[in-house]
């Protein structure tokens, strides 16, 4: 089992920035990758970025650019900093997490939110205009 802890949801106007941390805990962190998804209001889950465990990252085309993805595996830890914000970036943000043994499918699964196995709470974020 993997828990995650996601933080550093908040209230910001928009142009502002937010950097949201997960904190994992329960395996070896290095093993997994790791993804952020968002779900706004009446929308589906919508796929943010994703690092794997090698570092590979990937980025949903609405944030390319303008959200960075990062781990530190010392630290159990994977946070999203997203600068520019707009208010249509307004959503709960979940943190998530797959095992290794997904293998090369990762580049191919990695945006599907049913790829992975360990989710966090969610934390909200709202960006004001």
């Known amino acids: 089992q993997v828990q995650l802890v996601e933080s550093g949801g908040g209230l910001v106007q928009a142009g502002g920035s937010l950097n949201l941390s997960c904190a994992a805990s329960?395996?070896?962190?290095?093993?997994?990758?790791m993804g952020w998804f968002r779900q706004a209001p009446g929308k589906e889950r919508e796929f943010v970025a994703g690092?794997?465990?090698?570092?590979?990252?990937a980025y949903g085309n609405s944030v390319q650019g303008r959200f960075t993805i990062s781990r530190e595996n010392a630290k159990n830890t994977v946070t999203l900093q997203m600068n520019r914000l707009k208010p249509e970036d307004t959503a709960v943000y979940y943190c998530?997490?797959?095992?290794?043994?997904?293998?090369?499918?990762?580049?191919?699964?990695?945006?599907?939110?049913?790829?992975?196995?360990?989710w966090g709470q969610g934390t909200q974020v709202t960006v004001s205009s």
């Open positions: 998530a997490a797959v095992g290794m043994e997904i293998g090369t499918m990762w580049v191919r699964r990695r945006h599907e939110p049913n790829a992975y196995n360990y």
């Open positions: 690092i794997s465990w090698t570092g590979s990252i």
């Open positions: 329960g395996r070896t962190f290095s093993n997994y990758g």
